[in-house]
């Protein structure tokens, strides 16, 4: 196996990452966390450390965006497709948003773990709830925590997206998933990037060692 290094990380996260590969077991980690937070960037740095990482794929009925592939970004269907789906329970948990059906594959999400990968899935409040329900599921439960409400907002304010109506949306959604921190398993504030990777990445360890 050839040792994981990288300009832009730190040996202690290297050394970490590299250890934790010799003995990789599959594990299902469910992953949430207010808007702004830092979710996706802690997630794919960690994954430049351990590619075993794999963030699981929605199936969902909006039409792609730009740039979006299927199979890659999510896995497109139509309503009819979907509902159909509902019916048959091949879903581990999903939710409307805006018109549109969202939600994860209990085939997509076995086969990643029976192919020994460690899935992240990737969803909303909502989502983890459901799935923490299941009592065949065997899953980490990580909560991604802003430093606090006012540096979420600064956050989300400096991407220059953001209309004062949406941004007070967002902090209100950040408000409510924020209420459920203490049902997940772990929680990691991401006041600094390289300490959330590390303590992502160690927090998958722990898990796998048992």
């Known amino acids: 196996m050839i040792p994981l290094s990288s300009e832009h990380l730190s040996s202690q996260q290297v050394l970490i990452a590299n250890n934790f590969m010799e003995k990789t077991k599959s594990k299902l980690f469910v992953i949430s966390a207010p808007s702004g937070t830092g979710k996706t960037t802690i997630i794919k740095s960690s994954k430049l ?94 909560f991604f925590n802003p430093p606090s409400i006012e540096e979420l907002a600064r956050r989300l304010e400096s991407r220059g997206t953001e209309t004062e109506e949406s941004l007070k949306k967002r902090i209100n959604n950040a408000k409510n998933e924020l209420a459920f921190k203490d049902q997940y398993d772990y929680i990691i504030t991401n006041d600094d990037l390289e300490k959330a990777v590390k303590e992502f990445l160690e927090t998958i360890k722990k898990e796998i060692d048992g």
């Open 49 to 142: 450390l351990l590619p075993e990482l794999t963030l699981s794929i929605s199936h969902t009925t909006r039409l792609p965006r730009k740039g979006e592939k299927e199979s890659v970004d999510y896995f497109f269907v139509s309503k009819e497709e979907f509902k159909k789906m509902i019916d048959n329970q091949e879903f581990i948990e999903w939710a409307e948003v805006h018109g549109n059906f969202y939600g994860t594959s209990k085939k997509h999400i076995d086969s990643s773990v029976n192919n020994g990968k460690i899935v992240v899935l990737d969803i909303d409040v909502q989502g983890a709830m459901q799935i923490k329900k299941l009592q065949d599921r065997q899953a980490v439960f990580i």
